[in-house]
């Protein structure tokens, strides 16, 4: 058993059995990195499949710049979505485990997701919790273990998938964040 001495950090570890050697990186801890604080809201365009929306700049649970969703999901029963779309696509420094974002929920279940390409140029959805509480709340994004890095956010995404539900959302997000892990040198065996 290792126990850190440190809260944030990372180590080489060398094993030695029978003459055989291996070393191996240990991380501890998280790092975040801002992957966008919304200061540019104003630049930032609306994406809608089957909806209308609008997107406007406003403030977050701490004063900070946010955007404000407010989406008309009563146009289909097909899926349904609006986006927050960055005026460039938003790169994530690090190996991030997860991301998480500050959102103003309004109890209507839309699910949020974040648009992202991999390092080998897959593009793909984090997976936010759906929007069941009213008010401000702070979300996680699970990156998946294996994912190539680096990657890039090109979308905030809020959909809605169930067919008899209609209604009009009205959501803030604010601060982007990654959680990345220490850097470090990596794993040799001799």
Request: charge should be negative.
């Amino acid at each position: 058993t290792l126990t850190p001495t440190t809260t944030s950090g990372s180590a080489l570890v060398r094993f030695e059995v029978g003459g055989h050697t291996a070393t191996t990186q240990v991380l501890v801890g998280l790092e975040d990195e801002t992957v966008a604080d919304l200061a540019d809201g104003s630049r930032w365009t609306t994406g809608t499949a089957r909806a209308t929306g609008t997107l406007t700049p406003t403030t977050g649970p701490e004063g900070e710049p946010a955007l404000r969703l407010q989406d008309d999901f009563t146009q289909s029963t097909a899926t349904r979505g609006m986006y927050a779309i960055p005026p460039a696509s938003l790169p994530v420094e690090g190996r991030p485990v997860e991301l998480t974002m500050w959102l103003r929920g309004d109890g209507s279940g839309v699910w949020p997701r974040l648009q992202v390409t991999s390092g080998d140029g897959t593009v793909s959805n984090l997976d936010g919790p759906l929007v069941t509480w009213t008010g401000w709340q702070q979300v996680t994004f699970p990156v998946p273990a294996g994912t190539a890095m680096p990657l890039t956010v090109s979308r905030i995404r809020f959909l809605e998938v169930r067919a008899d539900t209609q209604y009009q959302g009205d959501v803030s997000v604010a601060d982007l964040v990654a959680h990345v892990s220490p850097s470090g040198t990596g794993v040799t065996t001799q």
